[in-house]
């Protein structure tokens, strides 16, 4: 999640900027210091991960099984009980008819704002319900807390074999993989006075 997120701000540079602007902001405000408090107030970082999730989400698909026949009347559709269902959070997350335009890297998104309008259960990249993953706040806030720490002090941008576009690694198993990784350039940033 956070190889991606750093993927997409490589190109992306206005939100890259957004990103290292609200970084310097906030931990000058905490004398430098990567702490809770301080990655808690880094917004634009967190829609910006939330993005790079809803573009490619580590698992690619959830799985459940039907406890209880049940009908879906609006579409006359039966699921008898011990089915196995798969939910396609990748197919999801990147339908035109719940994101506009998916294929935009837009972080904007996830302000409260829009967000509201997206309609439950769409946006799954933790899962949802009892079985949703249990580690959900610890991931997100060690995901951006280490992002903050790599993009406080480095830039990233393409390097000479990244592909624009990413391909799944057909060998992945729940969790997605991508074949040959995701090669990006680390540059130093320029120190604050
Ligand atoms: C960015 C980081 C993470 C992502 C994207 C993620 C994503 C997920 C997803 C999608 C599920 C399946 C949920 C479902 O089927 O509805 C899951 C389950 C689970 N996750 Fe995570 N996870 C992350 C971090 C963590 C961490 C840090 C822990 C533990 C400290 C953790 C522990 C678990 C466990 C135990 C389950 C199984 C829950 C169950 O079946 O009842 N996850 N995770």
New binding site residues.
């Given amino acids: 999640?956070?190889s991606f997120t750093l993927h997409q701000l490589a190109y992306h540079p206005a939100a890259q900027q957004k990103v290292h602007e609200e970084i310097d902001a906030v931990l000058s405000k905490y004398n430098n210091k990567l702490c809770y408090d301080a990655v808690k107030e880094m917004t634009y970082l967190e829609w910006t991960f939330k993005e790079a999730?809803r573009m490619f989400?580590?698992?690619g698909f959830?799985?459940?099984e039907c406890a209880k026949k049940f009908t879906f009347p609006e579409i006359d559709l039966t699921i008898d009980e011990g089915v196995v269902v798969m939910?396609p959070?990748q197919a999801l997350h990147n339908d035109p008819k719940y994101f506009q335009n998916p294929d935009e890297f837009r972080p904007e998104r996830f302000s409260p704002e829009e967000f509201q309008s997206v309609e439950k259960f769409v946006y799954?990249?933790?899962?949802?319900?009892?079985?949703?993953?249990?580690?959900?706040r610890?991931?997100?806030m060690?995901?951006l807390a280490g992002l903050a720490g790599v993009l406080a002090r480095c830039e990233v941008a393409p390097g000479p074999s990244t592909l624009r576009v990413p391909r799944v690694h057909p060998a992945s198993d729940i969790v997605q993989c991508i074949r040959g990784g995701l090669p990006l350039r680390f540059i130093p940033r320029t120190p604050k006075p």
């Fill in positions: 999640a956070t999730m989400p580590s698992l959830l799985i459940r939910i959070v799954l990249p933790f899962g949802a319900g009892p079985r949703a993953c249990i580690g959900e610890l991931g997100q060690q995901s």
